[in-house]
Nanobody, 125 residues
Framework: QVQLVESGGGLVQAGGSLRLSCAASGLTFSRYAMAWFRQAPGKEREFVASIRWRGLTTYYSDSAKGRFTISRDNAKNTVYLQIESLKPEDTAVYYC??????????????????WGQGTQVTVSS
């Protein structure tokens, strides 16, 4: 059974930074692409970034480009999301997910599975 556990969220002031972590178990982590999504209050869950299994190819949403960096450590079964220059509009619950095999690696929620419980990021102005 795949389990994903996110951590690293918190309350930060605008302009600050955070590194989110997602620890995976129950799968051969190094074989799968991983993604981060986020969901703000009253909004749909949206794609933030993804990274292919070797960590050499990454994808970002337009809103994430330039301030967000996704990375992974296959030896630790962990994927990270570094967020710089945080803005109040980054306030959301951040989730990681595993690629759903044969569905492609894209920005649609349906292409990802085994969601974690999320970690709350709150940015104060």
């Amino acid at each position: 059974q795949v389990q994903l556990v996110e951590s690293g969220g918190g309350l930060v002031q605008a302009g600050g930074s955070l590194r989110l972590s997602c620890a995976a178990s129950g799968l051969t982590f190094s074989r799968y692409a991983m993604a981060w999504f986020r969901q703000a209050p009253g909004k749909e869950r949206e794609f933030v970034a993804s990274i292919r299994w070797r960590g050499l190819t990454t994808y970002y949403s337009d809103s994430a480009k330039g301030r967000f960096t996704i990375s992974r450590d296959n030896a630790k079964n962990t994927v990270y999301l570094q967020i710089e220059s945080l803005k109040p509009e980054d306030t959301a619950v951040y989730y990681c997910a595993v690629e759903r095999e044969a569905y492609g690696v894209g920005s649609s929620r349906s292409q990802w599975t085994s969601w974690g419980q999320g970690t709350q990021v709150t940015v104060s102005s």
